[in-house]
């Protein structure tokens, strides 16, 4: 690894811990469309997610809110 892709791992303030983290979202609305088959049954096609609310993220060893380490975490989710 070089250095500026280590300066870029998000790591936990508090406990060091740089592997495990977690995403709360708020006032979520999820929609499920389902198409129905010719013999009646439903196949999904597809998920579409909104978030309504507040989107936080949290260090997976000590719950430490991690939310400013947020966007840079949606760049890097691949
Ligand atoms: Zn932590």
Redesign the pocket.
Same mark, same amino acid.
């Given at each position: 690894m070089n250095k500026k892709n280590s300066s870029l791992r998000i790591a $936990?303030p /508090? $406990?060091? =811990?740089d592997t495990d983290f977690f995403e709360v979202a708020d006032g979520v609305v999820i929609t499920t469309r389902y198409l129905q088959n010719a013999d009646c049954s439903f196949t999904q096609d597809g998920d579409e997610s909104q978030v309504l609310g507040e989107i936080k993220f949290f $260090?997976g /060893?000590? =719950?430490?809110d991690l939310s400013h380490f947020h966007q840079r975490f949606l760049e890097m989710l691949f």
């Open positions: $936990c /508090e $406990c060091g =811990n $260090c /060893e000590c =719950n430490t």
